[in-house]
């Protein structure tokens, strides 16, 4: 399966696109929206934003993070250690403030997440569209983790 595919239905279960939607659609909004609080927040995805999205919900999926705030810090923490995130800039300050985050909302969760991703290589160092073109499974390998991946409980 590419990973366009996989990409697609796991943003269309976690409610993050439509079902059967392309990648246009996928970030298409001029703004993006996070709940705090219970209140959708926009912010405008800007300095490379967009163009970092695909690595990063890569890094979502294959991990198995959730698509909430402790799954952010997760992430975070998982992509810090795996290598950073490269040329995007805006990247590096959102995942630094969220792993600060993660100091108080799941220390332990985020560590774990930390140490896993010390041995890995996230997918930042990517192209966007050579990234979604390849085998999911071509993926996981060049990041050192199986498919079936999960998160730490």
């Not at 705030?69 to 300050?93: D, K, M, Q, R």
């Not at 792993?99 to 774990?112: D, E, H, Q």
Request: with cysteine.
């Amino acid at each position: 399966m590419k990973t366009e595919d996989a990409l697609g239905e796991f943003l269309a279960a976690n409610q993050l696109a439509k079902r059967g939607s392309g990648r246009e659609e996928w970030y298409a909004d001029k703004w993006f929206y996070t709940p705090i609080l219970g209140v959708q927040v926009p912010f405008f995805p800007h300095f490379g934003f967009r163009r970092g999205l695909p690595a990063h919900d890569t890094h979502h999926m294959l991990n198995g993070y959730p698509t909430n705030w402790v799954g952010e810090c997760e992430t975070a923490a998982w992509e810090l250690a795996s290598g950073g995130c490269g040329p995007h800039i805006v990247y590096w300050v959102d995942r630094i403030l969220f792993l600060a985050i993660a100091l108080a909302i799941a220390p332990l969760r985020s560590l774990r997440a930390w140490r896993r991703g010390w041995s890995q290589q996230n997918l930042y160092r990517f192209d966007p569209d050579q990234l979604l073109a390849m085998d999911l499974t071509d993926v996981s390998r060049h990041i050192w983790i199986g498919s079936g991946a999960t998160s730490d409980p």
